[in-house]
T-cell receptor, first 112, second 114 residues
């Protein structure tokens, strides 16, 4: 079945540092890929997405590129802020737009 | 504004009680989902529904039940058969068959057994 593997956390960075959270996937067909963010005590929010190879999703300074050859969708941000502290989930949705499969989440803490 | 509403935000259950968590959406989404999240862990799928009057078990359905009588509503009942129900419960909804369409999540219900 489909699966998503995320970089284990927690990740702790200083403000203005560069962020990378790795995500790789296994899927039959040609899934859509997503990153979600969860702030403490809240539900998940869609952060960005990509639907085909070499697509780059971007939002709020975060970016991720759909790499079919390496089955990856790594999340990056050039300069993190304290307000970026949250849990980040990588996910895929199968070709027929059925259920999504989520990674285990990566906790990011940004210190001033 | 359209959205998805979960209630209550906090819920306390006594041993042996059934409790029902509400999930309502006004996004006209076909599909709805229930997830359980334990501290420091990822999401585990409990039940999902792609259309009204139909639903399927997820990975951890034992001790839970759902109904989907209306498109807008997908309540989750945590029964007394669920031995360890203390967790954060998330409801989500989405359109079906639209490539690249993500999930919209509610703000969650935190259930505690007392």
């Amino acid at each position: 079945g489909d699966s998503v593997t995320q970089m284990e956390g927690p990740v702790t960075l200083s403000e203005e540092a560069f962020l990378t959270i790795n995500c790789t996937y296994t899927a039959t067909g040609y899934p859509s890929l997503f990153w979600y963010v969860q702030y403490p005590g809240e539900g998940l929010q869609l952060l960005l997405k990509a639907t085909k190879a070499d697509d780059k999703g971007s939002n709020k300074g975060f970016e991720a590129t759909y790499r079919k050859e390496t089955t990856s969708f790594h999340l990056e941000k050039g300069s993190v802020q304290v307000s970026d502290s949250a849990v980040y989930f990588c996910a895929l949705r199968d070709t027929n737009a059925g259920k999504s499969t989520f990674g285990d989440g990566t906790t990011l803490t940004v210190k001033p | 504004d359209g959205g998805i509403t979960q209630s209550p935000k906090y819920l306390f259950r006594k041993e042996g009680q059934n409790v029902t968590l509400s999930c309502e959406q006004n996004l006209n989404h076909d599909a709805m989902y229930w997830y359980r999240q334990d501290p420091g862990q990822g999401l585990r799928l409990i039940y999902y529904s792609q259309i009204v009057n139909d639903f399927q078990k997820g990975d951890i359905a034992e001790g839970y039940s759902v109904s989907r009588e209306k498109k807008e509503s997908f309540p989750l009942t945590v029964t007394s058969a669920q031995k360890n129900p203390t967790a954060f419960y998330l409801c989500a909804s989405s359109l079906r068959d639209i490539r690249g369409y993500g999930y919209t999540f509610g703000s969650g219900t935190r259930l505690t057994v007392v």
